[in-house]
């Protein structure tokens, strides 16, 4: 659920905002009351890395909220004037002691319930070792087959370290999607993550549609609905049982 931040006053002017909605189809805005002025809510950009150091996975536990004391790779907010790369560079650095290079992206995360979107790269250490930041408790590098899925902090934590690996065991192309999902259903099903669960579990069962495979797909939807009770995967699954139906008259 994103939470309401609060602004009651024109940065301009200083008159009062109140929610209205401009168009139709946009969301309402803040408006002023005075000179007219739409403030808008826009997400923040976090930018963060899933570093390589000696053959490991270098990840952090929180020591702040939001989920304090859960693992994750180095990242923050990105400053203005700074690009995305150079942004997780200095975060790395501040968080956990690493010069690092940038390999590539991994992948751009966003979610309905949060304001903040969350783009990582693969990187590799350059310079100096993993150090404990200001911000976190604890500092270590993880074997790839002992990364903590159970104890992750944020869903897009979970998706990052998933590009990652399979970025290092590339799986055929036919394959790869529906494999990935797969591996990330099972992932936020045994962790209980309902908001990892809300992302993976529509995308899954649209590929599972799309191939025909109604019954796999009616499966995961009842599997989704009873960690996540989302609308979306609802509806999703009366359509594809709708499509299921007909499948089965036409070969009547």
Partial sequence: MLTDPGYKFCPKCGDSLSRRRLKDFEPERLVCGGCKFVMYLNP????????????????????IDPRAGYWVHPGGFVDRGETLEQAAIRETREEVGLDIEILGLLGAFSFQDSEVVVVTYAARATSGEPTVGDESLEVRTFDPAGIPWDQLAFPSTRLALN????RLNPRPASLSRLDALQDTRAMALAAK??????????????????ARRYREALDAAEE????????????LADEVAHEMAQADQERC
Avoid: C, F
């Fill in 44 to 63: 923040k950009v976090a930018s963060g890395a899933v570093v390589e150091y000696k053959g490991g996975i270098v990840l952090l536990r929180r020591e």
């Fill in 163 to 166: 590009a990652y690996l399979s």
């Fill in 193 to 210: 993550d309902v908001r990892a669960g809300s992302v993976v579990y529509p995308q899954l069962i649209e590929v599972l549609r799309r």
């Fill in 224 to 235: 989704g609905l009873a960690l996540t009770h989302d609308p979306l995967i609802a509806r």
